[in-house]
C-alpha cells in the first residue's frame, strides 16, 4: 500500500472515530435493596415566602368576600444523585379510591448544570382553597408533595399520576394542612 492511501485510510479512520458519539453517564443503582429519593428539605419549606417547616397547619378565612386566598407553596430538594431524573406531583386531597382524580400537576425537576450543587427547585405551587369544596369554616384541605426519582407507571396508561414508587424505589412526601376558619381576618 503506498503513502497516499495509507494516510487517506488513517485519515478516514479518524473522522469515522471521532463522530463516533461519547457514552453518557446515567444513574449507578446498587443491586438490591431501595433507592432512596431525593429528600425535601425543611428549611426550604414556604407558604407565601415565608418559611413554614413545623408549623403544622395554615389558617384560612372562610368568607372573604372579594379577592379569594391563595397560598404560594415552595420546596427545596437535596439529591446527591445530579444524574439522575426528579420528578414532583402535586396532590390536593388525595384520595387512593379516587384513582388518582385528585392529582394536580407534576414536572420534571433537572439538577444543576454544577454537578457541585446538589439542591432542585421545583416550580412554585399555588394553592386557592376555594377551588376545593366545600368551602366552609371547619374544611380541612391537604396538599402533598411528593417526589421520587423513579415513579411508578401503571400499566393502564390512561391512568392518571399516583403517589407510588416503581419497586425497588422510593417516595418522599411534605403535606401543607389547610383549616377554613370563620371570619374574614387575613382575606387579600
Known sequence: MNRPRLAAALGALALALAGCPLPQPLPDYPKGGTITPPR???????????????????????????????????AQLLDTNTLEQVEVRWFVDYQPTQGGASWVRQESVPASADQTVLTRDPSPFTFLPYQHAPRTAGTVHVVELVVSNNFYAPADEAALPNRSAAPGFETQVYRWTFLLVPGTDGCP
Open 40 to 74: 425535601i428539605l425543611a428549611d426550604g419549606i414556604t407558604v407565601n415566602g415565608v418559611p413554614a417547616a413545623g408549623v403544622p397547619l395554615v389558617t384560612v378565612p372562610a368568607d372573604c368576600a372579594g379577592a379569594e386566598p391563595r397560598y404560594e407553596l415552595l
